[in-house]
């Protein structure tokens, strides 16, 4: 599926899952598109396991939560910042690294 990227946002130095100095976090960058979604990109490793070659159901949690607080921020220039009060979450299948 191809899309037309406006604008990165930003990463931080330390965050879990968008620092890009966190030694153990997800480095993961975040795109605007030009049809008003986000698109988030990362590469697990092995220390992101839970069973040998499945993503741990924290990380994609982690990085879901990320998204969902990011995807505010479209068309704001980054001034607003979305919290997680709840998180939910139902899984249907493993995820393979």
Same mark, same amino acid.
């Given at each position: 599926?191809?899309?037309?990227?406006?604008?990165? #946002?930003?990463?931080s130095k330390?965050?879990?899952?968008?620092?890009?100095?966190?030694?153990?976090?997800?480095?993961?960058?975040?795109?605007?598109?030009?049809?008003?979604?986000?698109?988030?990109?990362?590469?697990?490793?092995?220390?992101? #396991?839970?069973y040998p070659?499945?993503?741990?159901?924290?990380?994609?949690?982690?990085?879901?939560?990320?998204?969902?607080?990011?995807?505010?921020?479209?068309?704001?220039?980054?001034?607003?910042?979305?919290?997680?009060?709840?998180?939910?979450? =139902?899984?249907? =299948? #493993?995820?393979? #690294?």
């Open positions: 599926m191809k899309h037309k990227i406006s604008v990165k #946002q930003p990463n330390m965050c879990f899952v968008c620092g890009l100095k966190n030694p153990f976090g997800l480095k993961a960058s975040f795109y605007e598109t030009s049809t008003k979604e986000l698109i988030a990109l990362f590469k697990p490793s092995e220390f992101h #396991q839970g070659g499945r993503l741990h159901g924290g990380i994609a949690s982690a990085i879901l939560d990320e998204t969902i607080g990011r995807a505010i921020m479209i068309n704001h220039e980054n001034e607003v910042w979305g919290v997680t009060l709840e998180f939910t979450a =139902k899984y249907r =299948k #493993q995820i393979i #690294q």
